[in-house]
């Protein structure tokens, strides 16, 4: 994988770890040179010559936002976008780079480049293909509480509505087909460990496109996922 990433960004929240105020946006471009994908026969070749330099294009999109709206008290609004692409038909897309939406969001050892999107109230990759997807979309929104702004253990606790899925490809592509869910968290900064927390969220439709609701979900926290 020979890529070339171009990224936008501004940032003016006033704080790292519990913002009250401000916002962040990014955009970021990462692509690679068309080695194969002009080639005659390309569609026809095994997967193992066809993929051995993988060709794509990768478009990704976040908003997030704060607002103070009493003492200690935070609204947060989140919004993620991406999109992955080829530059031909005959070549396809590759069956790296995928995103994969569903759960903590911790990002686990893989070689296939994939990104894990979280979305609490599911179980882990469970809102994707197998192999995952090349599209999707995500809405956050989230009340904070600062129980403790003790530099040494900062604490807060949290309240969030979350929608989000993804999508084999944008004919099927529904912005608002999303799989919803709500809860609770909690979490704490220490500067020697991080930001560290756990989620308790109900997903309010099936993992699947029938059956039961995925209920409650326990999600553990390390880092800044959500």
Do not use: C
Not at 90 to 95: K, M, V
Not at 120 to 148: A, H, M, Q, V
């Amino acid at each position: 994988n020979f890529n070339m990433s171009f990224t936008l960004k501004r940032d003016n929240r006033d704080i790292p770890i519990f913002p009250t105020r401000g916002s962040s946006f990014s955009f970021t471009l990462e692509a690679t040179p068309w080695f194969k994908s002009t080639e005659a026969g390309i569609a026809d070749q095994p997967a193992s010559e066809k993929y051995d330099w993988i060709e794509y294009h990768k478009w990704k999109f976040n908003a997030d936002w704060y607002t103070e709206i009493a003492k200690n008290t935070v609204f947060r609004g989140y919004a993620e976008f991406g999109f992955l692409g080829s530059y031909t038909d005959d070549y396809g897309l590759s069956p790296f780079e995928r995103f994969f939406v569903g759960g903590d969001g911790l990002q686990n050892f893989s070689i296939d480049g994939r990104e894990i999107v979280g979305l609490r109230g599911y179980p882990n990759l469970s809102l994707s293909s197998s192999g995952g997807d090349p599209l999707f979309n995500k809405f956050t929104f989230e009340l904070r509480y600062l129980i403790s702004p003790n530099p040494s253990a900062q604490i807060f606790a949290l309240s969030f509505l979350e929608a989000g899925n993804s999508f084999s490809n944008f004919e099927e592509f529904r912005p608002f087909n999303l799989k919803r869910s709500a809860g609770v968290g909690v979490r704490i900064f220490m500067p020697m460990f991080g930001l560290l927390g756990v989620d308790l969220g109900y997903g309010f439709d099936p993992v699947g496109n029938v059956g039961s609701p995925s209920g409650w979900q326990t999600h553990f926290v390390i880092g800044q996922q959500f």
